[in-house]
């Protein structure tokens, strides 16, 4: 069983100690600091791709089971430049594959939901409709790019959306099929969603989550980068 396959960590261990390290630092002060360390074609790439990245579509995970899956869900979103990924655990602790994930795990946000009615209440206070990934749904992956603000909810591999969650989704999306199999692998299903759900939308993360992403990314480039941050508090 992939859940107890050797390299396979539980989705709070995917780097948060080393996030929070930085994170717990004034933003603006860690860049003061690091920012002069690091070469200036790093410092471009860096910020060309936060200031592309985008808080419009986020995804919803629910119930993951595969822990490959979880991992290839991750990169895809740091691939399409999806910033907040939301999994929803029932019975199940969230578990990923590091050695899939490729280090994309640095990048985004990852949030954990133990309820689907405060995972809901959240997504819908940041002004995000939820589209569920259905085989029957009415939807096509290019109508995604005309939905404002949107959450893509993932189902679980076996199960697929639970009704609580699948309730609170207001439209519906497939991926086309010709084809005799009736569906794809989840992580397959969001790369193609993710593909078309971001097409031509321009970066629109806060500016504060600009910096905040910014620091992350001069904390990761810098060598020693904890001795250099050592005297903040």
């Known amino acids: 069983m992939r859940r107890t396959t050797a390299g396979v960590v539980p989705g709070n261990q995917l ?3 080393l996030i929070a390290r930085v994170e717990r630092h004034d933003a603006a002060r860690v860049v003061r600091l690091l920012e002069p360390l690091v070469l200036d074609r790093r410092a471009e790439r860096l910020r ?9 579509v986020q995804v919803v995970f629910d119930a993951p089971h595969d822990p490959h899956n979880g991992a290839a869900v991750v990169r895809s979103c740091e691939a399409f430049g999806v910033q907040f990924v939301h999994v929803v655990e029932r019975k199940e602790k969230f578990l990923a594959a590091p050695s899939v ?13 133990s309820s689907v009615d405060e995972a809901v209440a959240s997504l819908r206070a940041d002004g995000l409709e939820l589209v569920a990934a259905e085989a029957e749904g009415d939807l096509l992956p290019h109508d995604l790019a005309s939905i404002p603000r949107l959450a893509l909810v993932l ?8 009704a609580a969650l699948a309730a609170s989704c207001t439209k519906r999306v497939r991926v086309p099929m010709r084809g005799f199999v ?11 969603l993710l593909a078309h759900a971001t097409r031509d939308r321009a970066g629109d993360l806060s500016e504060a989550d600009r910096l905040r992403l910014y620091a992350r990314g001069l904390y990761f480039t810098v060598d020693k980068a904890d001795e250099v941050l050592k005297d903040l508090a």
């Not at 060309?48 to 419009?56: E, F, K, Q, Y």
């Open 15 to 17: 780097l948060p100690a």
């Open 48 to 56: 060309s791709v936060i200031d592309r990245r985008l808080a419009s």
């Open 101 to 113: 994930a490729r280090g994309s795990e640095k990048w985004v946000d990852l949030k954990r939901w």
């Open 155 to 162: 189902g679980n591999e076996r199960d697929g959306i639970a």
């Open 182 to 192: 009736e569906s794809l692998n989840v992580s397959v299903t969001a790369a193609i």
